[in-house]
Nanobody, 126 residues
Framework: QVQLVESGGGLVQAGGSLRLSCAASGRTVDNYDLGWFRQAPGKEREFVAAISTSTGSTYYADSLKGRFTISRDNAKNTMYLQMNSLKPEDTAVYYC???????????????????WGKGTLVTVSS
């Protein structure tokens, strides 16, 4: 069992920055790769970024490359998402995800993800 708790969401003006955190816990958490998804009102949950636990490699949704940066502090079992140059279209609930298979995350297979956090709301005003 893995527990994921997101934090860091809030209201920010367009062009601003936010850093989200995801605290992961559980006896087997080190075996899971982590990622971020987001879901805007009326839209499907979409992949944002993922990071491999074993290699540290990262992967991003094409549309977000250059603005978002994913990182992980293994000692703290915490994952981060640094979001810069935010746009109103980035407004969404951001979810932390954990999966045994890195491919499930990078392929955006939300339905296959093993564990989810409850999400944190990011609102970007114009």
């Amino acid at each position: 069992q893995v527990q994921l708790v997101e934090s860091g969401g809030g209201l920010v003006q367009a062009g601003g920055s936010l850093r989200l955190s995801c605290a992961a816990s559980g006896r087997t958490v080190d075996n899971y790769d982590l990622g971020w998804f987001r879901q805007a009102p009326g839209k499907e949950r979409e992949f944002v970024a993922a990071i491999s636990t074993s290699t540290g490699s990262t992967y991003y949704a094409d549309s977000l490359k250059g603005r978002f940066t994913i990182s992980r502090d293994n000692a703290k079992n915490t994952m981060y998402l640094q979001m810069n140059s935010l746009k109103p279209e980035d407004t969404a609930v951001y979810y932390c995800a954990a999966d045994w298979f890195y491919s499930h995350l990078v392929e955006g297979r939300a339905g296959a993800v093993d564990y989810w956090g409850k999400g944190t709301l990011v609102t970007v005003s114009s």
